[in-house]
Protein backbone atom coordinates (compact mmCIF):
# COMPACT_ATOMS: atom_id res chain seq x y z
CA UNK A 1 0.00 0.00 0.00
CA UNK A 2 2.66 2.34 0.75
CA UNK A 3 4.71 1.33 -2.77
CA UNK A 4 0.87 2.13 -4.40
CA UNK A 5 0.42 5.61 -2.48
CA UNK A 6 3.87 6.51 -3.12
CA UNK A 7 3.02 6.12 -7.07
CA UNK A 8 0.06 8.08 -6.93
CA UNK A 9 2.21 10.77 -5.46
CA UNK A 10 4.19 10.99 -7.75
CA UNK A 11 1.64 11.11 -10.42
CA UNK A 12 -0.20 14.04 -8.26
CA UNK A 13 3.00 15.95 -8.01
CA UNK A 14 3.30 15.49 -11.88
CA UNK A 15 -0.05 16.64 -12.28
CA UNK A 16 0.46 20.05 -10.16
CA UNK A 17 3.54 20.93 -12.35
CA UNK A 18 1.73 21.20 -14.98
CA UNK A 19 -0.30 24.11 -15.57
CA UNK A 20 -1.70 24.16 -12.07
CA UNK A 21 -2.96 20.41 -12.66
CA UNK A 22 -3.96 21.03 -16.01
CA UNK A 23 -7.51 19.65 -17.07
CA UNK A 24 -7.34 17.00 -20.17
CA UNK A 25 -7.02 18.25 -23.79
CA UNK A 26 -10.81 20.19 -24.30
CA UNK A 27 -10.13 18.34 -27.77
CA UNK A 28 -11.17 14.99 -26.47
CA UNK A 29 -14.90 14.25 -25.98
CA UNK A 30 -15.36 13.96 -21.94
CA UNK A 31 -17.99 11.25 -21.20
CA UNK A 32 -20.93 13.30 -19.00
CA UNK A 33 -21.38 11.44 -15.36
CA UNK A 34 -24.12 12.67 -13.09
CA UNK A 35 -23.52 12.13 -9.46
CA UNK A 36 -26.03 12.82 -6.83
CA UNK A 37 -24.28 13.28 -3.41
CA UNK A 38 -26.32 12.62 -0.32
CA UNK A 39 -25.05 16.18 1.11
CA UNK A 40 -22.52 18.67 0.57
CA UNK A 41 -19.82 17.97 3.36
CA UNK A 42 -16.11 18.67 3.72
CA UNK A 43 -17.29 14.68 5.10
CA UNK A 44 -16.47 13.78 1.39
CA UNK A 45 -13.23 15.99 0.97
CA UNK A 46 -11.09 13.49 -1.47
CA UNK A 47 -13.96 13.36 -4.07
CA UNK A 48 -13.96 17.58 -3.95
CA UNK A 49 -10.02 17.14 -4.23
CA UNK A 50 -10.44 15.17 -7.23
CA UNK A 51 -13.08 17.95 -9.40
CA UNK A 52 -10.64 20.86 -7.97
CA UNK A 53 -7.60 19.14 -9.38
CA UNK A 54 -9.14 17.76 -12.48
CA UNK A 55 -8.46 14.09 -11.79
CA UNK A 56 -12.60 13.56 -13.13
CA UNK A 57 -11.35 15.40 -16.89
CA UNK A 58 -7.59 13.42 -16.55
CA UNK A 59 -9.72 10.40 -16.67
CA UNK A 60 -11.80 11.98 -19.30
CA UNK A 61 -15.02 12.35 -17.52
CA UNK A 62 -17.53 15.74 -17.38
CA UNK A 63 -19.09 14.79 -13.53
CA UNK A 64 -21.66 17.06 -12.63
CA UNK A 65 -22.72 16.65 -8.91
CA UNK A 66 -25.95 17.39 -7.38
CA UNK A 67 -26.96 16.98 -3.68
CA UNK A 68 -29.89 14.94 -2.97
CA UNK A 69 -29.84 16.29 0.81
CA UNK A 70 -30.97 12.95 2.26
CA UNK A 71 -30.29 9.22 1.44
CA UNK A 72 -33.25 8.24 0.30
CA UNK A 73 -33.99 11.31 -1.94
CA UNK A 74 -30.14 10.08 -3.64
CA UNK A 75 -31.38 6.99 -3.68
CA UNK A 76 -34.36 7.95 -5.66
CA UNK A 77 -32.46 9.91 -8.15
CA UNK A 78 -30.59 6.53 -8.79
CA UNK A 79 -33.63 4.32 -9.21
CA UNK A 80 -35.53 7.17 -11.05
CA UNK A 81 -32.55 7.00 -13.60
CA UNK A 82 -31.85 11.32 -13.08
CA UNK A 83 -28.19 10.01 -11.50
CA UNK A 84 -26.01 7.92 -12.94
CA UNK A 85 -23.80 7.14 -9.69
CA UNK A 86 -24.63 8.27 -5.73
CA UNK A 87 -22.47 8.84 -3.11
CA UNK A 88 -24.80 7.79 0.09
CA UNK A 89 -25.11 5.63 3.10
CA UNK A 90 -24.66 1.63 2.52
CA UNK A 91 -27.59 0.89 4.69
CA UNK A 92 -30.02 3.03 1.90
CA UNK A 93 -28.42 0.05 -0.73
CA UNK A 94 -29.50 -2.29 1.95
CA UNK A 95 -32.84 -1.55 2.06
CA UNK A 96 -33.34 -1.63 -1.58
CA UNK A 97 -31.73 -4.87 -2.02
CA UNK A 98 -34.29 -6.40 0.47
CA UNK A 99 -37.37 -5.28 -1.03
CA UNK A 100 -36.63 -7.48 -3.98
CA UNK A 101 -35.47 -4.95 -6.49
CA UNK A 102 -34.45 -6.73 -9.95
CA UNK A 103 -32.05 -4.01 -11.22
CA UNK A 104 -30.98 -3.15 -7.75
CA UNK A 105 -27.45 -0.55 -7.15
CA UNK A 106 -24.55 -1.98 -6.01
CA UNK A 107 -21.95 -0.52 -3.89
CA UNK A 108 -18.44 -0.45 -6.58
CA UNK A 109 -16.79 1.90 -4.34
CA UNK A 110 -16.13 3.40 -0.15
CA UNK A 111 -14.91 6.61 0.35
CA UNK A 112 -15.28 6.81 4.28
CA UNK A 113 -14.60 4.58 6.69
CA UNK A 114 -15.70 5.96 9.98
CA UNK A 115 -18.64 8.52 10.73
CA UNK A 116 -18.68 12.18 10.11
CA UNK A 117 -20.84 13.46 12.65
CA UNK A 118 -20.15 15.15 16.23
CA UNK A 119 -22.46 15.32 19.00
CA UNK A 120 -22.63 19.05 19.60
CA UNK A 121 -23.40 20.14 23.25
CA UNK A 122 -24.89 23.36 24.67
CA UNK A 123 -22.40 23.73 27.43
CA UNK A 124 -18.44 22.92 27.56
CA UNK A 125 -18.23 19.31 28.51
CA UNK A 126 -13.89 18.79 27.94
CA UNK A 127 -14.75 15.27 30.38
CA UNK A 128 -17.46 14.06 28.39
CA UNK A 129 -18.80 10.79 28.66
CA UNK A 130 -21.26 9.16 26.81
CA UNK A 131 -23.30 8.14 29.79
CA UNK A 132 -23.91 11.86 30.72
CA UNK A 133 -27.12 11.75 27.81
CA UNK A 134 -28.84 9.25 30.83
CA UNK A 135 -32.09 12.10 30.77
CA UNK A 136 -31.05 14.31 27.99
CA UNK A 137 -32.45 14.72 24.68
CA UNK A 138 -31.15 14.50 21.43
CA UNK A 139 -31.61 15.97 18.27
CA UNK A 140 -30.77 12.34 16.29
CA UNK A 141 -31.36 11.50 12.29
CA UNK A 142 -34.23 10.34 10.06
CA UNK A 143 -35.42 6.66 11.34
CA UNK A 144 -33.71 3.96 9.94
CA UNK A 145 -31.07 6.27 8.50
CA UNK A 146 -26.98 5.89 9.34
CA UNK A 147 -26.65 8.64 11.69
CA UNK A 148 -29.84 8.08 13.68
CA UNK A 149 -28.47 4.57 13.57
CA UNK A 150 -24.70 5.00 14.37
CA UNK A 151 -26.44 7.17 17.63
CA UNK A 152 -28.32 4.38 18.55
CA UNK A 153 -25.84 1.84 18.40
CA UNK A 154 -23.50 4.15 20.46
CA UNK A 155 -25.57 4.76 23.11
CA UNK A 156 -26.25 0.74 23.20
CA UNK A 157 -22.69 0.31 23.35
CA UNK A 158 -22.04 2.70 26.64
CA UNK A 159 -25.33 0.65 28.40
CA UNK A 160 -28.55 3.15 27.34
CA UNK A 161 -31.66 2.25 25.97
CA UNK A 162 -32.44 4.65 23.19
CA UNK A 163 -35.69 6.29 23.51
CA UNK A 164 -35.57 4.75 26.89
CA UNK A 165 -33.06 6.46 28.61
CA UNK A 166 -32.45 9.17 26.11
CA UNK A 167 -34.91 11.04 24.26
CA UNK A 168 -33.60 11.00 20.82
CA UNK A 169 -35.98 13.69 18.24
CA UNK A 170 -36.62 11.78 14.91
CA UNK A 171 -39.20 14.88 13.50
CA UNK A 172 -36.79 17.55 12.21
CA UNK A 173 -35.65 17.73 8.51
CA UNK A 174 -32.08 17.06 8.42
CA UNK A 175 -31.09 20.73 6.80
CA UNK A 176 -33.15 21.87 9.81
CA UNK A 177 -31.55 20.28 12.70
CA UNK A 178 -28.86 22.74 13.83
CA UNK A 179 -31.42 25.88 13.35
CA UNK A 180 -34.05 24.09 15.70
CA UNK A 181 -30.66 23.59 17.44
CA UNK A 182 -30.25 27.16 17.92
CA UNK A 183 -33.66 27.41 18.81
CA UNK A 184 -33.43 25.75 22.00
CA UNK A 185 -34.56 22.28 20.67
CA UNK A 186 -33.13 18.98 22.79
CA UNK A 187 -29.95 19.67 24.96
CA UNK A 188 -27.33 18.26 22.20
CA UNK A 189 -27.55 17.52 18.70
CA UNK A 190 -25.67 15.76 16.08
CA UNK A 191 -23.95 17.41 13.17
CA UNK A 192 -22.18 16.54 10.33
CA UNK A 193 -19.54 19.16 9.24
CA UNK A 194 -18.80 22.01 8.48
CA UNK A 195 -22.02 22.57 10.93
CA UNK A 196 -21.00 21.29 13.57
CA UNK A 197 -17.95 23.42 13.57
CA UNK A 198 -19.84 26.01 12.68
CA UNK A 199 -22.36 26.03 15.44
CA UNK A 200 -19.21 25.92 17.65
CA UNK A 201 -17.83 28.66 16.18
CA UNK A 202 -20.93 31.25 16.86
CA UNK A 203 -21.10 30.16 20.66
CA UNK A 204 -24.28 28.08 19.99
CA UNK A 205 -22.84 24.54 20.83
CA UNK A 206 -19.91 22.98 21.66
CA UNK A 207 -18.14 19.36 19.99
CA UNK A 208 -17.72 17.20 22.73
CA UNK A 209 -17.69 14.00 21.32
CA UNK A 210 -17.03 12.17 17.57
CA UNK A 211 -19.28 9.53 16.86
CA UNK A 212 -17.01 8.14 14.17
CA UNK A 213 -14.57 7.23 17.08
CA UNK A 214 -17.29 6.15 18.99
CA UNK A 215 -18.10 3.82 16.25
CA UNK A 216 -15.20 2.08 14.68
CA UNK A 217 -14.74 1.07 11.14
CA UNK A 218 -17.92 1.19 9.15
CA UNK A 219 -18.26 1.57 5.30
CA UNK A 220 -19.95 4.94 5.33
CA UNK A 221 -20.15 6.25 2.84
CA UNK A 222 -19.89 4.72 -0.63
CA UNK A 223 -20.67 4.99 -4.76
CA UNK A 224 -23.22 2.64 -5.89
CA UNK A 225 -24.59 2.96 -9.33
CA UNK A 226 -27.70 0.57 -10.24
CA UNK A 227 -26.58 -2.90 -12.27
CA UNK A 228 -27.32 -2.69 -15.30
CA UNK A 229 -25.40 1.05 -15.64
CA UNK A 230 -22.56 -0.78 -14.12
CA UNK A 231 -22.47 -3.51 -16.63
CA UNK A 232 -22.97 -1.16 -19.55
CA UNK A 233 -19.96 1.13 -18.40
CA UNK A 234 -17.46 -0.39 -17.41
CA UNK A 235 -14.81 1.94 -18.81
CA UNK A 236 -16.78 4.98 -16.99
CA UNK A 237 -17.10 3.07 -14.02
CA UNK A 238 -12.80 2.74 -13.65
CA UNK A 239 -12.19 6.06 -14.64
CA UNK A 240 -14.29 7.15 -11.81
CA UNK A 241 -12.80 4.89 -9.67
CA UNK A 242 -9.73 5.84 -10.56
CA UNK A 243 -10.15 9.45 -10.12
CA UNK A 244 -11.34 8.89 -6.33
CA UNK A 245 -8.47 6.93 -5.91
CA UNK A 246 -6.58 9.80 -6.83
CA UNK A 247 -8.20 12.40 -4.65
CA UNK A 248 -8.07 9.50 -1.80
CA UNK A 249 -3.94 9.44 -2.04
CA UNK A 250 -3.93 13.06 -2.67
CA UNK A 251 -5.85 13.98 0.52
CA UNK A 252 -3.78 11.02 2.43
CA UNK A 253 -0.37 12.25 1.63
CA UNK A 254 -1.02 16.31 1.99
CA UNK A 255 -1.74 18.44 5.19
CA UNK A 256 -5.14 19.70 6.34
CA UNK A 257 -3.93 23.07 5.36
CA UNK A 258 -2.72 21.72 1.85
CA UNK A 259 -6.15 20.02 1.30
CA UNK A 260 -8.13 23.28 2.68
CA UNK A 261 -6.95 25.47 0.16
CA UNK A 262 -7.68 23.15 -2.61
CA UNK A 263 -11.38 22.17 -1.60
CA UNK A 264 -12.06 26.42 -0.55
CA UNK A 265 -14.04 26.47 -3.29
CA UNK A 266 -16.83 24.00 -2.57
CA UNK A 267 -17.49 25.94 0.38
CA UNK A 268 -17.82 29.67 -0.51
CA UNK A 269 -19.47 30.32 2.89
CA UNK A 270 -16.24 29.34 5.08
CA UNK A 271 -12.45 30.06 5.44
CA UNK A 272 -9.41 28.63 5.09
CA UNK A 273 -8.97 28.68 8.94
CA UNK A 274 -12.23 26.90 9.82
CA UNK A 275 -11.73 23.93 6.93
CA UNK A 276 -7.78 23.36 8.18
CA UNK A 277 -9.52 22.86 11.68
CA UNK A 278 -12.34 20.60 10.57
CA UNK A 279 -9.95 18.69 7.82
CA UNK A 280 -7.81 17.75 10.82
CA UNK A 281 -10.65 16.68 12.90
CA UNK A 282 -11.42 14.33 10.17
CA UNK A 283 -7.87 13.10 9.99
CA UNK A 284 -6.90 12.48 13.15
CA UNK A 285 -9.85 9.62 13.50
CA UNK A 286 -9.04 8.11 10.14
CA UNK A 287 -11.68 9.14 8.36
CA UNK A 288 -11.32 8.43 5.04
CA UNK A 289 -10.06 5.21 3.16
CA UNK A 290 -6.68 5.49 1.44
CA UNK A 291 -7.85 2.69 -1.42
CA UNK A 292 -11.27 2.46 -3.11
CA UNK A 293 -12.33 -1.46 -1.88
CA UNK A 294 -15.27 -2.15 -0.05
CA UNK A 295 -14.20 -3.37 3.70
CA UNK A 296 -16.03 -6.75 3.75
CA UNK A 297 -15.33 -6.92 7.67
CA UNK A 298 -17.06 -3.07 7.75
CA UNK A 299 -20.29 -3.96 5.55
CA UNK A 300 -20.52 -7.11 8.62
CA UNK A 301 -20.20 -4.58 11.27
CA UNK A 302 -22.87 -2.01 9.63
CA UNK A 303 -25.34 -5.10 9.04
CA UNK A 304 -24.70 -5.30 13.40
CA UNK A 305 -25.47 -1.98 13.78
CA UNK A 306 -28.76 -2.17 11.95
CA UNK A 307 -29.67 -5.43 12.82
CA UNK A 308 -29.41 -3.95 16.53
CA UNK A 309 -31.33 -0.85 15.41
CA UNK A 310 -34.46 -2.96 14.39
CA UNK A 311 -33.79 -2.15 10.41
CA UNK A 312 -32.76 -5.22 8.82
CA UNK A 313 -35.23 -7.65 7.65
CA UNK A 314 -32.57 -10.35 6.00
CA UNK A 315 -28.55 -10.09 5.91
CA UNK A 316 -27.36 -9.08 2.66
CA UNK A 317 -24.59 -11.30 1.54
CA UNK A 318 -21.40 -9.25 0.41
CA UNK A 319 -20.61 -10.43 -2.89
CA UNK A 320 -24.15 -10.02 -4.46
CA UNK A 321 -23.78 -5.87 -2.94
CA UNK A 322 -20.14 -5.05 -3.44
CA UNK A 323 -18.03 -4.74 -6.68
CA UNK A 324 -14.48 -4.57 -5.68
CA UNK A 325 -13.48 -5.76 -8.77
CA UNK A 326 -13.12 -2.26 -10.44
CA UNK A 327 -11.40 -0.73 -7.26
CA UNK A 328 -9.50 -3.61 -6.98
CA UNK A 329 -8.12 -3.37 -10.47
CA UNK A 330 -7.27 -0.04 -10.33
CA UNK A 331 -5.15 -0.19 -7.09
CA UNK A 332 -3.35 -2.98 -8.49
CA UNK A 333 -2.63 -1.38 -11.86
CA UNK A 334 -1.07 1.92 -9.23
CA UNK A 335 -2.15 5.35 -10.46
CA UNK A 336 -0.62 7.16 -13.50
Not at 68 to 74: L, P
Not at 101 to 117: D, I, M, S, W
Request: hydrophobic share 40%; proline share 4%.
Amino acid sequence: MKKQIALGLCAVLGISIFAGCAKQDTTTALTPVRLNEVVHSVFYAPQYVAQELGFFEKEGLDVTVTTGNGADKSMTALLSGSADIALLGTEAGIYVYNEGKENYPKAFLQLTQRAGNFLVSRTEQPDFQWTDLNGKSVIGGRLGGMPELVLEYVLRENGMTPFQDVDIINNIDFTSTAGAFTGDVGDYTVEFEPVATTLEQNGTGHIVASLGEASGDIPYTVYMTNDTWLEENPKTITAFTKAIYLGQIWVETHTPEEIAKVILPQFPESDLQTLTTIIERYKNQHTWKTDPVFSEEGFTHIQNIMEQGGELSHRVPFTDFVVNTFAENVVSAGVK
